[in-house]
C-alpha cells in the first residue's frame, strides 16, 4: 500500500520531498526549494534549489549547488557546483566546485575536483581527471587517466585510456591506447596508433593504422598503414 511505501518520506510547502536518514536534513526557507532527495544522508547538507538525489550520500555535501541531478550511491557527493548530472556509483565523488559535468557509469569522473563542462558516458571515463576541462568521453576506460588536460575527445573502448594531453581526438576500439602526452593528435580506426605514440600533431586514419609512428606531424591513412 502507499501508506508502506510512503512511510518515512515527506514533503513540505516549497515542494521538496525527502525520504531517508538525515536526508535533506540542512533544507531551511524558500531559498531552499524543489529539490527531491531520497536515500540514507541524500542531500544531507543541501542548501539550494532544484536538485535531485536519489541513493545512499548522493549530493551529501551539495551546500550551495543548483540543479544537481544525482542517482547512485556516493553520485556527486562532494560536490557544490551546479548544473552536474551524475548517474551510476561514484559517479564524479570528488567534485568540488566544478559544474556542468555530465557523468554517466560507474566511477566515471571519479576524481573530478574542479574541472567542468566534461560529458563522459561509460563505466571509468576520465576516471583520473581533477581539473581538466571540455571533454568528452564515451566507452568503458575512455580517457581514463587524463588529469588536467582539456578539449579530448575519445569514442571506444578504451581510447585514449592514458592520454594526458590536450586537444585529441580518439576514435575506434583503443584507439591511441598508449599515447601519453602528446599534444593534437587526431586517430580514427580500431586500434589505430595503439602502440605507437611519441610525437603531436598527427593524423592517423584506418584500420590498425599508424600502429609504427614514433614522432609527431605524420599523416597515415589505411589499414595497418604506417
Known amino acids: 500500500t502507499w501508506a508502506e511505501i510512503s512511510g518515512g518520506v515527506s514533503s513540505d510547502s516549497y515542494e521538496n520531498t525527502i525520504g531517508g536518514t538525515s536526508a535533506g ?19 544531507k547538507d543541501s542548501s539550494s534549489t532544484r536538485s535531485t538525489a536519489v541513493g545512499s550520500q548522493a549530493l551529501k555535501t551539495n551546500s550551495t549547488g543548483l540543479n544537481n541531478t544525482a542517482i547512485g550511491a556516493s553520485a556527486l557527493a562532494s560536490t557544490t557546483g551546479s548544473y552536474n548530472t ?13 559544474s556542468s559535468n555530465t557523468f554517466i557509469g560507474s566511477n566515471s569522473g571519479f576524481e573530478t575536483t574542479t574541472g567542468g563542462s566534461n560529458t563522459a558516458l561509460g563505466g571509468n571515463t576520465i576516471f583520473q581527471n581533477t581539473t581538466g576541462q571540455h571533454n568528452t ?15 579530448n575527445t575519445a569514442l ?26 602528446e599534444n593534437g593528435n587526431t586517430v580514427i580506426g580500431y586500434q589505430a596508433l595503439d602502440t605507437g605514440g ?28 604506417g
Open 86 to 98: 551524475g548517474l551510476g556509483a561514484n559517479v564524479g565523488k570528488n567534485i568540488s566546485t566544478a
Open 198 to 225: 611519441g610525437g603531436s600533431g598527427s593524423t592517423i586514419i584506418g584500420d590498425k593504422a599508424g600502429r609504427e609512428v614514433a614522432d609527431g606531424n605524420n599523416t597515415v591513412i589505411g589499414a595497418s598503414a
Open 137 to 151: 568521453a564515451i566507452g568503458y576506460y575512455a580517457l581514463y587517466t587524463n588529469t588536467t588536460s582539456s578539449g
Open 25 to 43: 536534513s540542512a533544507l531551511s526557507g524558500s531559498g531552499d526549494a524543489y529539490n527531491t532527495f531520497f536515500g540514507y544522508h541524500a542531500g
Open 156 to 181: 571506444g573502448y578504451e581510447a585514449g585510456k592514458v592520454s594526458t594531453g590536450q586537444r585529441q581526438v580518439f576514435i575506434g576500439y583503443q584507439a591511441g591506447k598508449t599515447i601519453a602526452g
